[in-house]
């Protein structure tokens, strides 16, 4: 049951980003990212006051924390968001899930000088990941991928923001394992993760304008569903798997996200099919395994 829950969890958002893609030509990424979790909020808040064991005194003593998390979660979905704007959503979610998790190994091994034995074939998969990825960056620059968009300075900066989500991804499951250390409950931690992301998102779609442009029936329906579906379930679904599935193997699926992304993006009609992605994805997706089943246990 838990490797079903995360490979439910991977269709259900690579479904959600190809979705969101298009979804984006329309709204502001960020203003939609307000909306949705602050759905999100509201319901894992709810849970938490319902649920949760812990008590907002254990909370306040991590609040220093629990800041930081916030903090990297809003950059994360924030840039991922923006990223999906601008580029083909398999490549954003090869770029996020398996290039800004290999630079934060090579930057705690040649940065960081962590001594730790690393194999070979870890740094091969690395490696061969951070290539796969630049391969992609160039086919969105030059027009080479499923999406061909002229705004050259703004698929550079997706691209930027992809691999920054992907590397504060990776920071997060630190920031995540410090709170699970320090007692808090998986639901206390989901819970208080996303207030700083609904303020920043708020105050930037204030700013801008775009709060006051974006409110009609089918936008709040189809935040609605982005929220509860989106973002709310795959959140109990992974939290689930993770509980009763092997860490390789949740590892594994995860990795596999690009591929299934890239596959839904036949059902995206603004999306053409472009053979040089799918290689792209492919190596990227297969990189990730070889490092992952080699890799050995913590």
């Known amino acids: 049951m838990g490797i079903l829950a995360i490979f439910a969890f991977v269709v259900i958002g690579s479904a959600q980003d190809v979705y969101l893609g298009s979804f984006f030509v329309i709204y502001d990424p960020i203003f939609v990212a307000a909306i949705t979790f602050l759905i999100a909020l509201f319901v894992l808040q709810a849970g938490f006051y319902l649920f949760s064991r812990d008590s907002l005194r254990t909370i306040i003593l991590h609040k220093s924390t629990l800041f930081w998390f916030n903090l990297v979660t809003a950059m994360n979905w924030i840039s991922f968001f923006i990223a999906l704007k601008y580029l083909e959503p398999g490549i954003v979610g090869a770029v996020a899930f398996s290039v800004g998790p290999s630079m934060v190994l090579i930057y705690e091994r040649y940065i960081l000088l962590d001594k730790k034995r690393v ?3 870890n740094w091969v998969s690395s490696f061969g990941i951070i290539l796969s990825g630049i391969f992609l960056g160039t086919l969105s620059v030059s027009g080479g991928s499923g999406i061909v968009r002229g705004d050259f300075i703004m698929i550079l900066l997706a691209l930027g923001l992809a691999l920054l989500s992907g590397i504060g991804m990776t920071i997060n499951t630190y920031i995540a394992k410090e709170l699970s250390n320090s007692n808090l409950s998986s639901k206390t931690i989901t819970a208080f993760r996303f207030p700083l992301l609904v303020f920043i998102a708020s105050v930037w779609s204030l700013i801008n304008g775009s709060i006051y442009s974006s409110i009609q029936l089918n ?5 609605l569903i982005v929220g509860v579906v989106g973002i709310v379930l795959p959140m109990t679904l992974i939290q689930f798997g ?7 193997v949740t590892s594994i699926v995860l990795s596999l996200t690009p591929a299934v992304t890239f596959a839904f993006e036949a059902f995206d009609q603004r999306i053409a099919f472009s053979f040089a ?6 190596f ?5 395994v070889l490092g992952l089943l080699t890799k050995e246990p913590a």
């Open 119 to 121: 194999k070979v074939s």
């Open 242 to 248: 993770i509980k009763y599935a092997r860490p390789k």
């Open 277 to 282: 992605s799918m290689l792209g994805i492919v």
């Open 284 to 288: 990227c997706c297969m990189f990730s």
């Open 219 to 223: 936008f709040v329906i189809s935040t």
